[in-house]
């Protein structure tokens, strides 16, 4: 199985002082315009790559808010690159939206394949407008896009918009929060999508309904679970501790849920 990794929109509320008080939306457009100038960013995305590893991570997963395909310009990736040679992290995806139109899609595929990976995990407008191009796009970076679950409340929903798979191009990234915000046992979900799983983001909410989202164990997802599932499918994907609170900083909680998941894994194994 590949190294467990630390999904950067953890920090999705860092830049706001830990007050996302107005939704998702705020936190990302607050980190995009911190990371986005070029005279700063080597210095930021640097100061952000030397907290992954000193909670012990040698993987990341590369957010849209940390690194955006639509801004970022030679010199970000340079850097960016230079960071996580520094750093010896790996990349196991971009996560968030990868746009509407082809050009956007194309972006995408180019900052993941500059970056030395191969999976989107979110999602993008153009799975639902231009299929056909979206396919054409990943198969010619031979980038897949995972499409991260969040409305959708079954996996068969999921499995509706992978359809054919798209030359294997297209399949999940399993959010296991968001499955349990919906009330769907995502244990459940990951059998069930087994054949299309390109990524596990691994998270607990703390009651369905909403999305607060909590550490490993103290929330209604049966974590332990999933990861059991995974074994015993033999899924050898990547996999990402994922937290994301809107009023406090998740890096302990994140710590304690990347040692519980190596205990799972261990005890699997």
Request: charged content about 20%; aromatic content about 10%.
């Amino acid at each position: 199985m590949k190294p467990i990794a630390f999904m950067t929109a953890n920090y999705v509320a860092r830049q706001i002082n830990y007050q996302m008080t107005e939704g998702w939306g705020q936190g990302d457009k607050a980190s995009n315009n911190y990371f986005q100038p070029i005279d700063t960013f080597a210095e930021r995305f640097d100061e952000y790559m030397a907290n992954v590893v000193a909670m012990g991570f040698s993987a990341v997963d590369i957010w849209t808010g940390v690194l955006n395909p639509q801004w970022a310009t030679q010199a970000h990736i340079d850097a960016a690159n230079k960071s996580l040679e520094q750093h010896k992290l790996t990349v196991t995806s971009i996560a968030g939206g990868f746009g509407a139109t082809r050009e956007e899609v194309e972006n995408s595929c180019k900052l993941a394949v500059a970056l030395d990976t191969t999976i989107l995990g979110g999602n993008s407008a153009l799975l639902y407008s231009d299929r056909a191009s979206l396919i054409d796009i990943l198969e010619t970076y031979n980038v897949k896009l995972g499409i991260e679950n969040h409305p959708e409340k079954t996996p068969e929903e999921v499995l509706e918009k992978i359809g054919d798979g798209g030359k294997g191009y297209i399949g999940t990234a399993v959010d296991t929060g968001w499955y349990g915000t919906q009330g769907y046992n995502a244990a459940d979900a990951i059998a069930k999508l087994d054949g299309y799983l390109l990524h596990i983001h691994l998270k607990d909410v703390l009651a369905a309904g909403a999305h607060e989202t909590c550490e490993f164990g103290k929330g209604v997802v049966p974590l332990e679970d999933c990861v059991n599932i995974l074994q015993r499918i033999g899924y050898d994907g990547p996999m990402c501790v994922e937290h994301e609170p809107d009023m406090y900083d998740p890096t302990e909680e994140s710590v304690a849920s990347f040692k519980t998941l190596q205990a799972w894994l261990e005890n699997e194994s």
